[in-house]
């Protein structure tokens, strides 16, 4: 019994040490299965139109999985039950290169990096484990793994893509209706035709549709730095930067095995790229075979914009209409023309449309003020980096003209704001312009609208208003920034003065000169500032300070030079217009060049207060309280306040003496005043002492509207009796040299000159004469010697101008094309060049018509008609040169965009000067009708009846209909053949489809044949559930 007992104690006791040993080691979860929750994740992450059984989520935001554990497993316990998770993506996953990421568990998910938290289930089998992936992640396909001291258990994988509604992700887009339109949105609009004439190409971009996400990320896997570094090339992923520029090259095949190749002529052996309807079937082409035949701009830029959106980059479609294509990059398109008006330019020119996609992200490499769109360009037409693609770039940069902002800023800079030249190859060979254009190109810059199947003109986005002073100068910028890029100039030392904030009189404050050094090498420079009074004539007063140095400035850095300025030294030297002259100066000590900046600058007067007591009513007293607080460190003496306005002081100054005011005390005061005409008008206050002069304020006051005005004119067009030049021109011209004219009024009513003058008006126009106080005759400035030939002919020219502008016409020759009301395709129609004389006399020209087939790249086909004649055409009059465009000529030789390009120009026998108009008309297309026949509900079938009548004078051959819809058509085309059409007959088909999914969605319908091509129509469907 004793050795019982004592068995038992040594069993309870190992018993103890086991139990002590497990407690101790670690606790292991037996894992039977992961749900990846792929249902709700998908529906948080808004990937739920992916319709494929597989986890999508987007990075920054946390997406939950289940674990489901074998029963008899430990169970999960909070705080002591641990286990490390670990993602990894790419076929080598580095974590130095955040390709592969081990994370354990904390008490919440961390929103700016990888993160878990775990809790466990109600039942105590199950483990709810909430993952949240860093907002800078690589986008991929990632697998997950569970790992517990080693012994690893596979979770299964998912796809992590960019996420537009996380605001610490770079594409994140803050407003939702947005988001729909450019992440969610399956179809679009995608404008073609010219400014004037244009019209929404429906597109299915089919994001979601079954294999597209997989194409995509082949899309990137097949690009050239993934093969050459698949480690680097899969880290850049979190980019959307690199990403978009890898798409903007992998859209077309010029370099690699991307998805289109990019045809303009010949078709035969592919698809006419007016034949494409959607992405979907160009992507699934791709993957299987390899490069699609064919594409051109708008099919690239779909493609790019479908990829885009698939990988959770906010993309809109983007249409240029004249857009430039700058071959020489030199900022300026030149078109020549010889003699005859052929055009023989050399490689420059306008595309009547081009089409390139926007992207949505942050720049962290520019800086926040470049952040939002970002214009690329998948079409291949100049290399870029050895590589035929184009941007991202900022729109704000091409709107500034910032050509230095990556990437290929100075290439979309042209194609939306080149100048245009026109130039005539004269037979020897020179070339001379005829005229020129700041403003025909990147016209009605368009994508569709958000939520609309609408047009939106974002041209304002991409450059200021043509013709303003911001677009001039900021083409100015873009030409300076062009030529230093191009020619990879030193820009060399740049100076400037910096001035403080505050610069009150009374205060002391410190100025510095800033000397840049934008050379490649250090430069040793001698360096001074200089500050001196000035008076406002620019007469320099005694020194208020001064110092110098010598620096060495490093390449690409600045250095700085402090002067104080010091109110004891200049407040006895200034004027009483408070001016200080600050000069820099820099001697650059290797290249002996000088350098200097200069800045005067106005020493801030205290503010007068005014205050009106009482309505401003003509003849009834009002009072103005006044109040200005002294700036100085020293009393005020001899103050007075002085108020005057028109038609309220009665005509009269009102002077108010006051006191002495102390150091920062308020000079206060009060005026009373009564209004003696209605109309709005200023009420001057001006402030005098003996040591503050000058100060000055006012305030607007309506006593009743009424606005009576003159100019500004300048009087360089007084004196040319150029009357249509701004502002009021023709009154101020009659002031200083209208001709009178004497008559007699008899008793029968009728008016008797006796006697007329050509010299009475306008004589000695007299000012007050520069720093004396003597009169200047100035009547030169404002016309010629009265009586003298020129002042003659002036005269004469005005009263032309004169009429012209009462009319609302310019001076000179005008010419112009007129169209005709219809254009239809298939019809005869007659166009018209218009050119009217608005010059003094009769002028002969040579005039000429021109009309080619024109491609929508702006490269022109063969003539369609050609017109001319020798006309002379009097003062004041038109003529009309008339051209017959047959269908039975052009029909054969326009594109499937039915684009004629028309031509006129007119040579001046007299000056031979050259005018020129263009025009690109759109041949109309015939509509489709589309009849839907049944409810549209999900699974249910339904039929669309197809109409369209044909408008040529010849049979239609190989007719088919082609129809597609996302949600409608079960993600293929469906296309129905049809037998001959007959001149002015109707084709006809009908289409059985069932949709699968509820919601809005669009039927595209294509209309296809031998002589029509690019036919097309929609109509939306709100499918049932």
């Known amino acids: 019994m004793q050795a019982l007992t004592q068995l038992a104690s040594e069993l309870s006791i190992q018993e103890d040490r086991d139990r002590s ?53 430990q169970e999960f316990t909070p705080g002591e039950t641990s286990f490390t998770l670990i993602v990894q993506t790419g076929p080598l996953p580095r974590e130095e290169s955040d390709t592969k990421v081990s ?12 993160s878990a938290s775990a809790t466990p289930g109600p039942s105590g089998n199950t483990v709810s484990v909430s993952i949240s992936s860093s907002p800078n992640a690589p986008i991929g396909v990632y ?86 570094n698949a480690d680097q090339d899969c880290c850049a992923r979190r980019n959307p930067i690199y990403v978009t520029r890898v798409l903007s090259a992998m859209i077309n095949s010029n370099n690699d095995r991307g ?42 830029a779909a493609v790019e914009c479908t990829v885009s959106r698939a990988l959770g980059i906010p993309c809109r479609v983007v249409t240029n209409f004249e857009s430039a294509h700058d071959a020489n990059a030199n900022l300026v398109i030149e078109n020549i023309y010889d003699e005859n008006g052929e055009d023989i330019s050399e490689g420059d020119s306008i595309w009547n449309f081009h089409v390139w996609v926007d992207s949505w992200m942050t720049r962290p490499d520019l800086g926040s003020d470049y952040d939002g769109w970002q214009a690329s360009d998948p079409t291949p037409q100049e290399e870029s ?82 013709g303003t002073e911001e677009e001039r100068k900021v083409y100015e910028k873009a030409q300076h920034h062009n030529k230093l890029q191009k020619k990879g100039e030193e820009p060399g030392l740049h100076l400037k003065i910096k001035l403080a904030k505050n610069m009150v009189i009374g ?118 309280e006044l109040l200005l607080l002294n700036p100085l460190p020293e009393p005020l003496e001899d103050c007075s306040f002085t108020v005057e306005g028109v038609g309220l002081t009665d005509g009269k100054p009102i002077t108010l003496k006051i006191e002495a005011v102390g150091p920062k005390e308020e000079a206060k005061t009060s005026v009373d005043f009564t209004p003696s005409s209605a109309g709005s008008s200023v009420l001057l206050v001006n402030f005098r002492s003996n040591k503050l002069k000058n100060i000055r304020s006012f305030i607007n006051i309506t006593v009743q509207e009424c606005v009576f005005c003159c100019g500004p004119v300048p009087l360089k067009a007084i004196k040319e009796g150029e009357l249509t030049k701004k502002y009021d021109a023709p009154f101020v011209f009659a002031e200083v040299n209208a001709d009178v004219v004497n008559l007699i009024r008899m008793s029968n009513g009728e008016d008797v000159m006796f006697s007329s003058s050509t010299k009475s008006v306008g004589r000695n126009i007299s000012t007050k004469a520069v720093g004396l106080d003597e009169r200047h005759d100035i009547t030169h400035q404002y016309k010629y010697p009265e009586g003298s030939e020129e002042e003659r002919k002036v005269y004469e020219k005005a009263q032309h101008h004169n009429k012209l502008q009462k009319k609302g016409e310019e001076p000179g020759l005008h010419l112009k094309i007129k169209l005709a009301k219809n254009m239809v395709i298939g019809s005869d129609f007659e166009v018209h060049a218009v050119l009217r004389n608005n010059c003094m006399v009769a002028r002969t020209c040579t005039f000429m018509l021109l009309a080619n087939a024109v491609g929508y790249n702006g490269k022109r086909g063969e003539s369609c008609g050609f017109t001319s004649s020798k006309v002379e055409v009097n003062s004041g009059e038109e003529e009309r040169l008339p051209l017959k465009l047959k269908y039975t000529r052009y029909g054969s030789l326009i594109t499937s965009d039915r684009l004629i390009q028309l031509v006129a120009i007119t040579m001046d026998k007299q000056t031979r000067s050259y005018h020129k108009a263009e025009k690109t008309i759109v041949l109309d297309e015939p509509d489709i009708e589309i009849k839907l026949v049944g409810e549209a509900t999900v699974n249910q079938p339904m039929t669309a009846e197809l109409l369209l009548l044909n408008p040529l004078p010849e049979p239609l051959e190989d007719c088919s209909f082609t129809v597609e819809g996302v949600g409608l058509t079960d993600g293929k085309p ?27 969605s669009v039927l595209l319908v294509n209309f296809r044949s031998n002589k029509l091509k690019n036919i097309r129509s929609f109509i939306n469907i709100t499918v049932q559930e």
């Open 21 to 73: 040993l497990i407690a101790d080691m670690p606790q292991v979860l037996d894992i039977e299965r992961c749900d990846l929750e792929i249902k709700s994740n998908k529906i948080r992450h808004h990937t739920e139109l992916n319709g494929e059984e597989r986890l999508i989520v987007r990075r920054g935001q946390p997406f939950s999985v289940t674990l489901h554990l074998k029963p008899g497993s």
């Open 103 to 114: 994370f354990g568990l904390s008490d919440s998910t961390v929103e700016a990096e990888w």
């Open 143 to 228: 697998s997950l793994t569970l790992d517990q001291e080693g012994q690893k258990t596979s979770l299964g994988d998912f796809t992590l893509l960019y996420n537009p509604w996380c605001p610490r992700d770079a594409v994140y887009m803050s407003s939702e209706t947005k988001r729909q339109e450019y992440v969610l949105a399956q179809h679009g609009l995608i404008y073609r035709g010219t400014h004037k004439r244009n019209k929404g190409t429906p597109w299915n971009f089919g994001q979601f549709e079954p294999g597209i996400l997989d194409i995509c990320f082949k899309i990137l896997d097949e690009n050239p730095k993934f093969v050459s």
């Open 259 to 300: 998805v289109l190749v990019g045809e303009w002529y010949d078709f035969e052996g592919g698809v006419h790229p007016t034949d494409w309807i959607g992405s979907g079937d160009i992507l699934q082409q791709w993957a299987e075979s390899g490069p699609v035949s064919f594409g051109q701009c708008w099919v690239f």
């Open 385 to 466: 980096e050895g590589v035929f693609c184009c941007g991202p770039v900022p729109l704000k940069a091409i709107k500034e003209g910032e050509l230095t902002k990556k990437y290929d800023a100075p290439f979309v800079f042209a194609e939306v704001n080149a100048d245009v030249v026109n130039l005539i190859r004269m037979s020897n060979g020179e070339d001379v312009m005829f005229s020129s254009s700041t403003k025909s190109v990147g016209r009605n810059i368009s994508t569709k609208a958000v939520g609309l199947d609408e047009r939106h003109d974002i041209t304002h986005q991409y450059k200021y208003p043509e």
């Open 507 to 624: 205060s002391d404050f410190e100025v510095h000169a800033v000397l840049r050094n934008n050379c490649m090498v250090a430069r040793t420079c001698n360096f001074m500032l200089f500050a001196n009074a000035v008076g406002y004539n620019g007469k320099r007063g005694e020194s208020c300070g001064f110092v110098s140095s010598k620096v060495e400035v490093n390449s690409g850095e600045e250095e700085r030079l402090p002067l104080k300025l010091k109110y004891t030294r200049y407040g006895s030297l200034i004027t009483s217009d408070r001016l200080i002259q600050l000069v820099a100066i820099t001697m650059d000590k290797q290249t002996r060049s000088y350098h200097k900046a200069e800045k005067t600058i106005v020493l801030d007067e205290p503010d007068i207060e005014i205050k009106l007591v009482g309505e401003a009513t003509v003849n009834q007293p009002m009072t103005a």
């Open 974 to 1000: 469906i296309t129905l053949k049809i037998e001959a059409v007959g001149p002015k007959e109707e084709a006809k088909a009908s289409v059985d489809f069932t949709p699968s999914s509820a919601g809005s």
